[in-house]
């Protein structure tokens, strides 16, 4: 099939990337002309295991990347993955992919045959009308012929080509007959090789689905936190616990390792979003609400157990970990960001370390020293904070001897305790 995928950010060239793999002839159109020539040149525009290789593979032949919309009608479906930011109150702003929506739609002012527009961005169920008529309006009398969509994407940063290309499960939102076979045309490859669930529904169910998921796992973070919270302060290691309760089938083992939250560009926005969009239509969601109370406080924790051991003022501390979760190289909503502005108001020198990560956090942290490796950043450090679970973090052991003093505080449990160090696990 031919297919456009407008928008070439992580989820955008993934996809792209990935329906190329399956054997599709993929157009990848984004406004950003560095991002389009980057493509063109065989490179994925962000760092995700596997993405350039497959970039590299299909580039020149059955994947480009364009600035432009001037050939949209000629393919069969187009996906929008274009980024719905959060506002101030914790709502999403679809300004951008409206605008996307609407320069599709006027591509398609004058398409003969049905075209199939579908939503792989993350927008409440109420902001799919907007969309609808965006597109409407720009398609003028071919509107007819358009159909909006929904395709949520269920995607890890770090695992991301490796979920696309076995997802557990596959959510079509459509309105028609015609628009759920050719969602399965696209996913057939998939559908075919691989024991997936596909969930056929409406548009607005589907977009509900992924911010269901995504605040249910978020909310199972928070609550496996706040019952870590309390282990510690009864001295009972929290990760035994986790292990008991995992056995359980009603609970199971994933997402109860307890440390300083979850961050990134999807649970935070995603759970701020459907409480904002749930206090719109008057109902207060307390349980999520105190999902994210529960995530904003680990932070300051972690904090909290440094300043029993040591007085960081005038001091070098070592934050370990710059990227929400290893594997990548994104510091959207990081847990490392409250950390580093806790050190700041402390007053202490604080100097960064990540495999990857470092360029995106000097971005946002241009003042504070960044090291080349865990080693130079704990030297002479009075002390030390994981953040980041990178596999690396677990050799150190003995570099911790080159701090002036070895006060080490895990918030993701991947540093020994031992003999030497003044070691505190967050919630154990």
């Known amino acids: 099939m031919k297919i456009n995928v407008v928008g070439s950010g992580y ?22 002309e560095d991002v389009v020539n980057t493509i ?7 760092h995700e295991p596997g993405l350039s290789d497959l970039v590299a593979e299909h580039t020149g032949e059955n994947l480009t990347a364009t ?35 609407e320069m599709t739609g006027e591509a398609l002012a004058d398409v003969e045959d049905d ?30 012929r358009v159909e909006v969509a929904t395709n949520p994407e269920f995607l890890r940063e770090g695992t991301a080509v490796e979920d696309f290309l076995q997802p557990e499960k596959v959510v079509f939102g ?63 290691d929290a990760y035994e616990v986790a292990d008991a309760i995992g056995l359980d089938d009603r609970i199971g083992e994933q997402f109860l390792r307890s440390g300083v939250g979850w961050g990134g560009s999807c649970f935070p926005k995603d759970v701020a979003a459907i ?23 680990q932070p300051e924790r972690m904090l909290a157990l440094l300043d029993k051991h040591v007085d960081v003022e005038g001091e070098r501390v070592a934050v370990l970990g710059l990227a929400f979760k290893p594997g990548t190289d994104d510091t959207r909503n990081s847990r490392a960001i409250p950390v ?25 942290f241009p003042e504070i020293e960044y090291a080349d490796s865990a080693i130079a950043a704990l030297e002479g450090a009075a002390g030390a904070l994981v953040v980041t679970d990178w596999d690396e973090f677990t050799a150190l052991d003995e570099k911790f001897d080159t701090m002036a003093t070895p006060v080490v505080v895990d918030g993701r449990r991947i540093v020994e305790r031992r003999e030497g160090i003044d070691y505190d696990g967050l919630t154990w």
């Open 174 to 236: 459509t309105e028609s007959e015609w628009a759920t076979r050719r969602l399965e045309e696209v996913f057939q490859p998939l559908l075919a090789d691989h024991d997936t669930h596909v969930v056929r529904t409406n548009p607005e169910t589907a977009t509900m689905i992924k911010y269901a998921n995504n605040a249910f796992l978020a909310s199972k973070i928070s609550l496996v936190n706040d019952l870590g919270n309390i282990c510690k302060e009864f001295g009972i």
């Open 67 to 101: 600035t432009s919309y001037e050939n949209v009608a000629d393919a069969d479906v187009t996906f929008l993955a274009i980024q719905t930011p959060s506002q101030e109150d914790g709502s999403i702003d679809i300004s951008p992919l409206a605008a996307a929506a």
């Open 275 to 297: 409480v904002a969009a749930a206090r719109e239509a008057g109902y207060d969601p307390a349980m999520l609400a105190a999902g994210i109370e529960v995530n904003d406080r």
């Open 40 to 46: 063109e040149h065989g490179r994925a525009p962000i």
């Open 340 to 364: 580093i502005e806790g050190l700041q108001e402390r007053g202490a020198e604080v100097v960064g370390y990540d495999p990857i990560a470092t360029e995106n956090m000097r971005d946002r």
């Open 11 to 32: 989820v955008g060239t993934t996809l792209a990337a990935c329906l190329a793999d399956l054997g599709h002839e993929v157009t990848a159109v984004d406004i950003d």
């Open 115 to 144: 075209h199939l527009i579908i939503v792989k961005s993350t927008i409440t169920p109420p902001s799919i009308e907007e969309i609808r008529s965006t597109v409407a309006d720009s398609a003028g009398d071919a509107a007819d």
